[in-house]
Every structure is written in C-alpha cells, then in structure tokens.
C-alpha cells in the first residue's frame, strides 16, 4: 500500500480523498475495499517518515477547513524510483502454511492429510475469486496481465498440494 501510494503521488500533489479515487481508478476490481482512514493514516506515516509533505488547498468553505493537499518530497521521489528500479520477486522461502505442514508432519500436532486439504479448499476459494475478477476486467490489459499472474500461482500451488497428498498418501512422507 505505502509504494503505490507514494507512486500515485508521484506526477502531481493531490488531496486523501482524490488520492484514494486515483487508487480506485488504477486497481480497478482487484483495488478492493479502501477505507479513507487507511488512507490519511498511510499519509500520515509517509509524512513523520519525511516522504510527503502537506499544505492547504487555501480555500476555507464553511463547512469544512482547507483542504489537506500531499505532494512527496525529495526523498518521496527517491523512494519510488527505488521501488520502480527494484526486481525482487516473491521468496521462495516457506510460507506459513510450509511451516505448519513440517511441524504437523514431524510433531503430530495436526495430520498432514487434513492440512492439506483445508489448505487446497482455501487455495481454490481463492482462485475462484482472481478468475471472477479476471473476468470483470476484459479489456483492461495491464489488470488482465496482473490477474494472470495469480491465477498461475494459484494453479501451481495446488497442483503442489495434490502430490503433497499423493505423497502422503503413498506413504512416502514421514
């Protein structure tokens, strides 16, 4: 949220309110639910860490004070090249759930078997959801293409999950 948010800022300074539209208009479906707090309080936090600066709009009405305008300082710009210019890609550390499953496989906390299953039920609640959301999006091709991505990944884990259970199943974990 903070990177996009300082990106968003990055052509032009803009009041929360407008900020949050630009977020709306950019994600499209996949922007989800934004809730104004989150929004003045990310700002809030860029501001203390030196990122954004505000100023007044100057224009005093009667029903409410100037309006809070943000704009990214120096630093703020420097920030979102940094994120621009950065090619990390997610880890290939274990997850959570990773964990869970070698815990539960060497402790007989949990079994295995009903892990991942639980795990393959949520993995495809999931997936469900990025194929509904790909679908309200034709047209949009950088939202199709940010879609895609996901839907491989959630593809991908559950076939991983299918030879976790095979595995399992043919008594080849233990």
Sequence with gaps: MRDLMLAL????????????QRWRATLGPLA????VGQVYETLGRLERAGLVTTTDDGRELADRPD?????LTADGH????RWLE??????????????????ASRS?????????GAQREE??????????????????EASALLLEGAI???EADLVWLGRCERRWLEGGVS
Excluded: Y
């Design 67 to 71: 309006k809070r305008i943000f704009s």
């Design 123 to 140: 993995v495809a609640r999931e997936l469900r959801e990025v194929r509904e959301l790909a679908d309200e999006v034709a047209g949009d």
């Design 86 to 103: 950065d090619l990390s890609w997610p880890s290939s550390a274990p997850t959570a759930f990773h964990l869970k499953l070698l815990v």
């Design 78 to 81: 420097l920030e979102v090249a």
């Design 108 to 116: 007989g906390l949990a079994p295995p078997l009903a892990l991942i």
């Design 9 to 20: 800022l990055a052509n032009d300074a803009v009041a929360g309110l407008e900020l949050r």
């Design 32 to 35: 989800g639910e934004l809730d």
């Design 152 to 154: 491989l990944r959630l």
